[in-house]
């Protein structure tokens, strides 16, 4: 399943970012995922508890934001991006059948906050090159 590699490879390069901060947990982070059917929030939290379990980022707020994906509608073909799981989007002209004609398939942290010591709070932000869940560390954007 690369959706549980995906998250432990950000999970990684989160830990790595925390570590040349000089940090002793990570309190907070910010994961980008791309609308593509893959992933769901339940299961994206899911795999990060079990990853972050024993880990200095195991108690970190997770924030996950969501990349568009491209979709045409069958009705009226207008052409509009959504952040809605591709079962529930319907058509926002004419509330039409809508079919999913690109998407981000992504997988980064965006953002992390690292906690230095029990008192000192520090904000390390990171943005690594996204993770590409076909194996290709190109960004792929959505085609419209």
């Known amino acids: ?11 990684s390069d989160a830990l790595a970012h925390m570590r040349d901060a000089g940090g002793a947990r990570i309190a907070r982070m910010v ?4 609308v593509s059917g893959h992933f769901t929030e339940d299961a994206a939290r899911q795999h990060f508890a079990v990853n ?12 996950i934001e969501w990349l568009p994906a ?13 952040v809605q ?3 529930a989007v319907t058509c ?6 809508a079919l999913e004609i690109g998407h981000s398939d992504v997988c980064y942290i965006r953002e992390i906050e690292v906690e230095q010591g029990e008192q ?18 190109t960004p792929q954007t959505p085609q419209t």
């Open 1 to 11: 399943m690369h959706e549980a590699a995906a998250i432990q490879g950000a999970l």
């Open 31 to 34: 994961l980008v995922l791309g």
């Open 52 to 63: 972050a379990q024993g880990t200095p980022a195991e108690d970190a707020a997770l924030e």
């Open 70 to 82: 491209s979709y045409t509608c069958f009705e009226c073909m207008h052409t509009f991006a959504s």
């Open 85 to 87: 799981p591709p079962e």
């Open 92 to 97: 926002p002209a004419c509330g039409g059948l």
């Open 120 to 137: 000192d709070m520090a904000s390390q932000f990171a943005v690594p090159a996204p993770m590409n869940l076909d194996g290709d560390n």
